[in-house]
């Protein structure tokens, strides 16, 4: 997804500092008619990051689709497709290594001077290349992933997201994205079933890849930073674009 860090304080930290100085010495330029020359940072912060984004929810670092999707242009060997095909399959980084490995013929490795190496959990791209499936992935498989304490499941077009607050609600939601690309309709209330199952699933992940979910998160305390929310009323404000009554047209009979 789209970087929504603000570089600048982390780079130069604290007034008075040594990184301070030298974050006003080397990248202090930050007009974005300089982005792109040397010793400019540039960065727009996390409301530009999210219009990046637009229609997914939120950024780089979340587990929504917003820190999920990004473009890949595949060429070379092995790509037997037309030029300018659109896959949108459900594709993983971690493909990549078993796919090399397929096209140039290498086994992958069991043991590494004696010792185990773990097993690739990416599936190869080869036969979706060659035009003989859609992608390397049926709706019985499925993927994980956990950032920052952010973490998500994934088995076909259902999903699971737990993100923190205040970009989340430290719950864990379920979503079709099928319908609702936007993760905006929880599903958990309407599908409890589905969403015990994926919540085996990310057990399973957690298990496999010895992960630690942290006590604290770098979100701490932003949720009291923001601005109060309040509900979304159509038309407000001002009140002058509120839609305006009309009577039935059965009243307005003589």
Same mark, same amino acid.
């Given at each position: 997804?789209?970087?929504?860090?603000?570089? $600048?304080?982390? +780079?130069?930290?604290?007034?008075?500092?040594?990184?301070?100085?030298?974050?006003?010495?080397?990248?202090?330029?930050?007009?974005?008619?300089?982005?792109?020359?040397?010793?400019?940072?540039?960065?727009?912060? *996390?409301?530009?990051?999210?219009?990046?984004?637009?229609?997914?929810?939120?950024?780089?670092?979340? !587990?929504?689709?917003?820190? $999920?999707?990004?473009?890949?242009?595949?060429?070379?060997?092995?790509?037997?497709?037309?030029?300018?095909?659109?896959?949108?399959?459900?594709?993983?980084?971690?493909?990549?290594?078993?796919? +090399?490995?397929?096209?140039?013929?290498?086994? $992958?490795?069991?043991?590494?001077?004696?010792?185990?190496?773990?097993?690739?959990?990416?599936?190869?791209?080869?036969?979706?290349?060659?035009?003989? !499936?859609?992608?390397?992935?049926?709706?019985?498989?499925?993927?994980?992933?956990?950032?920052?304490?952010?973490?998500?499941?994934?088995?076909?077009?259902?999903?699971?997201?737990?993100?923190?607050?205040?970009?989340?609600?430290?719950?864990?939601?379920?979503?079709?994205?099928?319908?609702?690309?936007?993760?905006?309709?929880?599903?958990?209330?309407?599908?409890?079933?589905?969403?015990?199952?994926?919540?085996?699933?990310?057990?399973?992940?957690?298990? !496999?890849?010895?992960? +630690?979910?942290?006590?604290?998160?770098?979100?701490?305390?932003?949720?009291?930073?923001? *601005?109060?929310?309040?509900?979304?009323?159509?038309?407000?404000?001002?009140?002058?674009?509120?839609?305006?009554?009309?009577?039935?047209?059965?009243?307005?009979?003589?």
């Amino acid at each position: 997804g789209a970087e929504g860090n603000d570089k $600048h304080a982390m +780079i130069a930290g604290t007034p008075g500092t040594r990184d301070f100085l030298f974050y006003a010495q080397k990248w202090s330029w930050d007009n974005h008619n300089d982005w792109g020359r040397p010793g400019v940072q540039s960065a727009y912060g *996390p409301a530009w990051a999210q219009v990046s984004m637009t229609p997914f929810k939120n950024y780089k670092a979340f !587990t929504s689709e917003g820190g $999920h999707r990004e473009p890949l242009i595949v060429s070379g060997a092995g790509v037997k497709l037309k030029p300018g095909t659109i896959n949108r399959s459900l594709l993983h980084v971690m493909d990549i290594a078993p796919t +090399i490995l397929e096209l140039a013929g290498v086994k $992958h490795p069991e043991t590494y001077q004696g010792k185990p190496v773990a097993p690739i959990q990416g599936k190869s791209w080869v036969p979706m290349l060659e035009g003989k !499936t859609e992608g390397p992935r049926t709706d019985k498989d499925w993927l994980g992933w956990e950032v920052f304490g952010n973490r998500a499941i994934r088995q076909g077009n259902w999903k699971l997201v737990w993100e923190h607050k205040p970009f989340g609600t430290d719950e864990w939601e379920l979503y079709n994205l099928t319908d609702d690309l936007g993760e905006k309709h929880d599903l958990s209330a309407q599908y409890p079933d589905k969403k015990r199952q994926l919540l085996s699933l990310w057990d399973e992940y957690v298990k !496999t890849n010895s992960v +630690i979910i942290p006590d604290r998160d770098p979100f701490e305390g932003m949720e009291e930073k923001l *601005p109060p929310r309040v509900p979304v009323t159509e038309g407000w404000p001002p009140l002058i674009y509120k839609k305006q009554f009309v009577p039935p047209k059965e009243l307005l009979k003589e």
